[in-house]
């Protein structure tokens, strides 16, 4: 037989405790002896225990007294039973289903190991959410329930008995003989992670710890959601939770274990608690590092606990060890707590958490049938990333002669608007920092921002600028394709119309133009673009944190394009004149966003506005050849910016019909007028720059066109369902436009495909430094490289490397490049050898023309004295200046300014990242939870307010 002795602990609990009591009375295995405690109640609690018990059966307490302290007093007061004893532990909160005691018996009965069981806990607000059906521990002291947030109960883990590592004091069920061995609840932990230390105890000693999935309890941690204040301590709930969880493991744990434990919290608490910074949450990140200090500052508190767990514990810890958190559960919890963070969710765990946060977006119907179905599976259904894998092999497919040459030899990716990519991250970083630049003739101009930009890039890329050129370059396609999927997400909540937009956007003539012209700072563009289309509507609506977000990749696009700024500025004028007296903050946020490129950028731009024609070009080179100087108007209003690699104009047809049918459409005219506006403005700027610079590509201008024609045909493409589902023309008329609209990528990529990637960019370049050039030069010599094209000749001076990208835009000094292209112009028309002691005096050593050499230009090298023919060949021709090489000094600079600048900027940067990144307030439950009715309770503020007149009953 078995006696059971039933121990309900109140502390200010009134709202939930009437409730919990009618439930322990109501058991369909009635109690042998009931006891209630009161731990200084000031809300009548004490009153409810003594009408319920009885005067005799209630004792009172301190309010400082712990839940442990309270159990404790009550069972050294009480005698034990005759027959075997177990002792209920319920909380105040926790009101258990009226079979819960038979079932826990029951479940003891059929094991005789069992010392310590507990029940299903859901929540006491949605009594359809799990909150635990035992827990763990992770290897750094954080808890796991093991379940989804917010998942439903709907016996997916009913297994009846199950072993687990620890249940919940809320309705355990525990053996007052393994009390008494074990001393019961820890006093050191009044409060959080008793449960775990004293059932991690019992296991240790050899008994068993089981869940019973038959058994219910509805538990409101009222404690861990601030419901009530905490008298046992003055931390904050986070705090003590943290703290108690990492003392119980290392006062568990054998000393290698307690060793690797203590190092794996000193790192990844020092992380958290960074990532809790840049989520504007110092509170939580001031717990993360107080909770640890709490712990390793107080040694001889910890030993003295090592030392009372003493027996059995290394041969108890196999077993143990078994019953952690996996560490591939611990990196997905990892992964949830980031993918929260960069969703501006804010940090928080999801596994483990002590309630489960309310979806104010979730639907009441539909969402019961939460299964997963694995990471990988969640991941191949999703329409963006099979849009992506899609655009992937199309790009695969189009770039078939670029990438095999870039990958399977030493070539270089270079032609067009792109310089050949040599150098590395490091390279590009002293590029940027560095006072005096040596490469060429020498400069002192400050290196363009977009330096730092790809720097970043190709430190991310493992320090390989090649390769994330190449990524950017070459993959604008998919990365286009997936930026537009996701940035419109909220703008278009239809998903076929998301699919078509972004894969239309991916295969614009711009995009395929940006590869074939290696256009890198278009493409950067292109990627960047939805995403400012995005921001820009949150900006709008007065978003202080996304106006920063906005400012930010603004200014990276503004360094590669500086039109782009010129572009949204105007936009942004627009729409402070048109929303700025209808919505709160919308002036505040335009500034923020606006203004945050200017700041960063601001030596750069002052540099630009000096030169107004700069505005127009983009970074990279400058090449006519690449532009169409007969652009005709129909390329312009079909969104083709003409140059190599751009498909024929008729491809963007369908896309202008799709658009112009949108202005049929009655419904949402004010978005459609918004994007044919941007789609105008877009095509004026365009024909502007077509028009006004030789050297000027279209490209961005048409790009900003097409994104408000996509916006605008995509946002009513819901109403094709409902004219599918209409008869007669209407029907008709639907199938006609999806028609038509998905012929327009399709036609695209089978355009790519067929002619490939064609255009002046390369994979297969070969290093503008013949390797005989860069062995036998001295540290400071430099390579002079000539390009014979159309009766004119081109150079660049080479210092013991190709150029690095940015080189290009630093500008020598007027008379030293004069001088040095007058002794070019000398050496190549063969007019003697006074220009090749000119070059010899800027430190040139070597002169080399990539093949086939011109004969004329060869007779003229070949008739220079000064000069030695090195080797001539196919592939090109070498000669040494056989004179005295002197390598000018670089100028006495002190460079303050610059390095002063590029501190600010640096600390600007990191200003604007935290004042950008995601963030959450950690947002407590609403107050008048707790009353609703406890059978459905209500999820929605609503229907917990018209639940309060209702009357409280004990949960069937």
């Known amino acids: 037989m078995h006696s059971v002795t039933a121990i309900v602990v109140a502390h200010d609990g009134a709202r939930w405790l009437k409730e919990t009591l009618a439930a322990v009375l109501r058991q369909t295995r009635p109690l042998d002896r009931v006891v209630g405690v009161d731990n200084g109640s000031r809300d009548g609690s004490g009153k409810l225990l003594t009408e319920a018990f009885g005067q005799g059966n209630v004792l009172t307490l301190p309010r400082s007294t712990g839940f442990g302290e309270a159990v404790h007093e009550v069972l050294r007061r009480l005698p034990p039973a005759p027959a075997q004893e177990w002792v209920w532990l319920l909380h105040d909160d926790c009101a258990p289903d009226p079979h819960a005691l038979q079932a826990l018996l029951w479940a003891a009965e059929q094991d005789p190991k069992a010392a310590i069981l507990g029940p299903k806990l859901r929540d006491w607000l949605d009594r359809r959410v799990l909150l635990e059906m035992g827990v763990t521990v992770s290897r750094s002291g954080r808890r796991d329930t093991g379940l989804e947030p917010r998942e439903y109960d709907q016996g997916q883990h009913d297994d009846g008995i199950a072993d687990v590592l620890s249940v919940s004091t809320a309705g355990m069920l525990i053996r007052r003989d393994v009390w008494d061995e074990l001393s019961g609840l820890d006093p050191e932990l009044p409060l959080f992670r008793d449960d775990l230390d004293l059932c991690w105890r019992a296991r240790t000693a050899g008994h068993r710890v089981l869940n019973v999935s038959d058994a219910v309890a509805w538990h409101a941690e009222a404690s861990a959601r601030r419901r009530r204040r905490i008298a046992t301590s003055e931390q904050h709930p986070r705090r003590l939770d943290r703290r108690n969880g990492l003392f119980v493991l290392m006062a568990n744990v054998p000393f290698g274990a307690l060793?690797?434990?203590?190092?794996?919290?000193?790192?990844?608490?020092?992380?958290?608690?960074?990532?809790?910074?840049?989520?504007?949450?110092?509170?939580?990140?001031?717990?993360?590092?107080?909770?640890?200090?709490?712990?390793?500052?107080?040694?001889?508190?910890?030993?003295?606990?090592?030392?009372?767990?003493?027996?059995?514990?290394?041969?108890?810890?196999?077993?143990?060890?078994?019953?952690?958190?996996?560490?591939?559960?611990?990196?997905?919890?990892?992964?949830?707590?980031?993918?929260?963070f960069l969703a501006g969710a804010g940090p928080v765990d999801s596994a483990g958490r002590h309630h489960a946060a309310a979806d104010p977006g979730q639907e009441d119907d539909g969402d019961e049938l939460l299964t997963d179905s694995g990471g990988v599976q969640r991941v191949f259904s999703s329409p963006g990333v099979v849009l992506c894998l899609i655009l992937a092999v199309i790009t695969l497919a189009a770039e078939r002669t670029l990438l095999p040459a870039l990958l399977s030899s030493d070539?270089?990716?270079?032609?067009?608007?792109?310089?050949?990519?040599?150098?590395?991250?490091?390279?590009?970083?002293?590029?940027?920092?560095?006072?005096?630049?040596?490469?060429?003739?020498?400069s002192q101009t400050w290196a363009p921002p977009y330096v730092a930009v790809l720097a970043g890039l190709s430190a991310v890329a493992l320090g390989k600028t090649w390769l994330a050129v190449a990524v950017v370059l070459l993959g604008c396609v998919p990365l286009a394709g997936i930026s537009a999927y996701a940035a419109t997400k909220r703008m278009i909540s239809y998903t076929p119309a998301r699919v078509w937009l972004a894969a239309t956007y991916a295969l614009l003539p711009v995009t395929t133009g940006v590869i074939a012209g290696g256009r890198l700072g278009t493409a950067i563009v292109i990627v960047l673009l939805p995403v400012y289309a995005a921001l820009a509507t949150r900006v709008i609506a007065g978003s202080r944190r996304a106006a920063w977000g906005f400012g930010l990749l603004l200014a990276v696009g503004t360094a590669f394009v500086p039109l782009v700024y010129v572009l949204v500025a105007i936009l942004g004028g627009?729409?402070?004149?048109?929303?700025?007296?209808?919505?709160?903050?919308?002036?505040?946020?335009?500034?923020?966003?606006?203004g945050t490129p200017v700041v960063l950028l601001f030596p750069w731009l002052v540099q630009i506005a000096r030169e107004p024609g700069r505005i127009l070009l983009e970074s990279g080179l400058h090449d006519a050849r690449l532009i169409d100087p007969r652009l005709g108007a129909d390329h312009l209003l079909m969104l083709s910016p003409g140059g190599p690699g751009v498909p024929p104009v008729w491809a963007t047809a369908g896309l202008i019909v799709v658009a112009l049918a949108a202005l049929l459409l009655r419904r949402h005219q004010m978005v459609v007028a918004i994007g044919w506006g941007v789609m105008l403005f877009g095509l004026l700027v365009a024909i502007v720059v077509s028009r006004v610079n030789i050297a000027a590509w279209p490209g961005v201008p048409l790009a900003f066109a097409a994104t408000g024609l996509l916006v605008a045909a995509a946002h009513q493409a819901h109403r094709i369902a409902e004219?599918?589902?209409?008869?007669?023309?209407?029907?008709?008329?639907?199938?006609?436009?999806?028609?038509?609209?998905?012929a327009t990528p399709l036609a695209a990529a089978a355009l790519w495909v067929m002619r490939g990637a064609q255009g002046p960019l390369r994979g297969d370049l070969s290093d503008p430094v013949p390797v005989l050039a860069e062995l036998q030069s001295e540290p400071g010599e430099g390579t002079l490289l000539l390009r014979p094209r159309d009766g004119r000749v081109g150079y660049t001076l080479m210092r013991g490397r190709g150029p690095l990208i940015g080189e290009s835009d630093l500008e020598s000094p007027r008379d030293v490049t004069d001088r040095f292209t007058t002794a070019v112009a000398g050496l190549a028309?063969?007019?003697?050898?006074?220009?090749?002691?000119?070059?010899?005096?800027?430190?040139?050593?070597?002169?080399?023309?990539?093949?086939?050499?011109?004969?004329?230009?060869q007779r003229a090298l070949d008739s220079q004295p000064a000069l030695v023919r090195v080797s001539l060949s196919e592939t090109g021709g070498l000669w040494r200046v056989a004179g005295q090489v002197t390598v000018p000094p670089p100028p006495a600079t002190a460079g303050t300014l610059h390095r002063g600048w590029l501190w600010a900027q640096g600390g600007l940067l990191v200003l604007v990242l935290i004042l950008a990144s995601p963030g959450a307030?950690?947002?407590?439950?609403?107050?008048?939870?707790?009353?609703?009715?406890?059978?459905e309770a209500p999820r929605n503020r609503r229907r917990a307010k018209e639940g309060r007149a209702k009357e409280d009953r004990v949960p069937a």
């Open 723 to 742: 004219f599918r589902a209409a008869r007669g023309w209407r029907r008709l008329g639907a199938m006609l436009i999806v028609v038509v609209a998905f």
């Open 259 to 340: 060793v690797r434990a203590l190092l794996r919290n000193v790192i990844g608490s020092t992380l958290r608690a960074l990532l809790f910074l840049l989520a504007k949450q110092p509170a939580n990140a001031l717990d993360e590092l107080a909770a640890l200090g709490s712990v390793i500052g107080h040694p001889w508190r910890l030993r003295r606990a090592r030392k009372a767990r003493k027996k059995g514990r290394k041969q108890g810890w196999p077993a143990i060890r078994r019953k952690l958190t996996p560490p591939g559960a611990a990196l997905r919890r990892l992964a949830d707590m980031v993918q929260g």
């Open 829 to 857: 028309s063969g007019r003697g050898s006074t220009y090749v002691e000119t070059l010899a005096s800027s430190g040139v050593r070597f002169v080399t023309v990539p093949g086939p050499v011109d004969p004329a230009l």
């Open 411 to 442: 070539g270089h990716l270079g032609g067009g608007a792109l310089v050949p990519v040599t150098g590395s991250a490091s390279d590009l970083w002293r590029l940027y920092v560095e006072d005096h630049h040596a490469a060429g003739l020498g």
């Open 921 to 935: 307030r950690t947002k407590e439950p609403e107050g008048d939870y707790i009353d609703a009715p406890p059978e």
């Open 574 to 594: 627009l729409a402070a004149v048109s929303f700025g007296g209808i919505r709160r903050g919308v002036r505040r946020s335009l500034v923020i966003g606006l």
